[in-house]
């Protein structure tokens, strides 16, 4: 039976994940405030390398904050998970094409598969949210908006691709704040990458995101762009390893561990 979290934000780590454990589904933007949230890309034992030097090479938008053992579905960063369930959904990949959005990945699980757990932007909304920085997304209960930039990451051995973003518009007088407030955060993407125009990387229509929902900005809010952990499914698009599993974009892993 799916538990009912009756206020999201304040819902702790092993509540929410028994909750996707139980059949829910939403995005996790502004749930559990006050802890990380992890974004997953699982791959096998023999590309695993290659994806962990891809992470090294390009810190920006695949800030690691665990890699498990092969055919390992733990990790000590939510204490009692698995990863194979307690997302509320999930993306499984064959050759690069996308085959499952499934909600439990038990089915396709193979004991060779190593887990990357990836910093996710998520995690400092709720220090925006504190610095009276507004979230347009989370106001109207969307998920954040993503885009695949036309700026490729530093390839590594047989993983190669484009960077994504995830944008949030913000007043023009609170940017500095949105700067300062992430940059503290480097585990978790940092300070953004890129602020207005967004042809500056390759985007040509912000209401048409290949993730996510179309942005709801104020009248003079700005466009700021962060590296976003999506960038891994790219890869994969681009790299095509046998199998992966990642989460759906903006669905991540809430972790047991303090935001800060």
């Known amino acids: 039976m799916t538990a009912i979290i009756a206020n999201p934000a304040a819902a702790v780590p092993g509540d929410a994940r028994a909750s996707f454990r139980g059949g829910y589904c939403a995005p996790t933007s502004g749930w559990s405030n006050g802890y990380a949230q992890a ?5 096998p034992r023999d590309w695993a390398y290659d994806v962990l030097l891809f992470c090294q090479r390009n810190p920006k938008p695949c800030p690691v904050l665990d890699v498990t053992d092969p055919g390992a579905a733990s990790t000590p960063l939510a204490g009692g998970c ?6 509320p959904r999930y993306r499984v990949w064959h050759d690069g094409v996308l085959t ?3 909600a439990d990945v038990r089915d396709y699980w193979q004991e060779d598969l190593v887990c990357f757990l ?4 998520f995690t400092f909304e709720g220090a925006l949210s504190d610095a009276g920085v507004p979230l347009r997304h989370v106001q109207a209960q969307r998920n954040v ?4 930039t036309s ?3 530093r390839p590594a ?4 691709g484009q960077l994504v973003v995830s944008m949030r ?3 023009p007088g609170l940017i500095a704040t949105a700067v300062a407030v992430t940059a503290a955060m480097p585990a978790v993407h940092g300070a953004p990458v890129h602020i207005g125009d967004p042809e500056g990387l390759g985007i040509d229509d912000l209401q048409a995101p290949d993730f996510g929902d179309p942005p709801q900005p104020a009248p003079d809010d700005l466009p700021v762009f962060w590296a976003c952990g999506v960038t891994p499914q790219a890869a994969v698009v681009t790299s095509k390893p046998p199998l992966a599993i990642t989460h759906a974009p903006g669905h991540m892993l809430i972790t047991d561990i303090p935001d800060r």
């Open 39 to 43: 974004n997953l890309v699982t791959v």
């Open 82 to 87: 698995d990863l194979r369930t307690d997302l």
């Open 100 to 102: 499952a959005e499934p």
């Open 118 to 121: 990836i910093g996710c932007s």
């Open 145 to 148: 908006p993503m885009y695949l």
């Open 151 to 153: 700026l490729p990451c």
């Open 157 to 160: 051995g047989r993983v190669r």
């Open 169 to 171: 518009p913000i007043p």
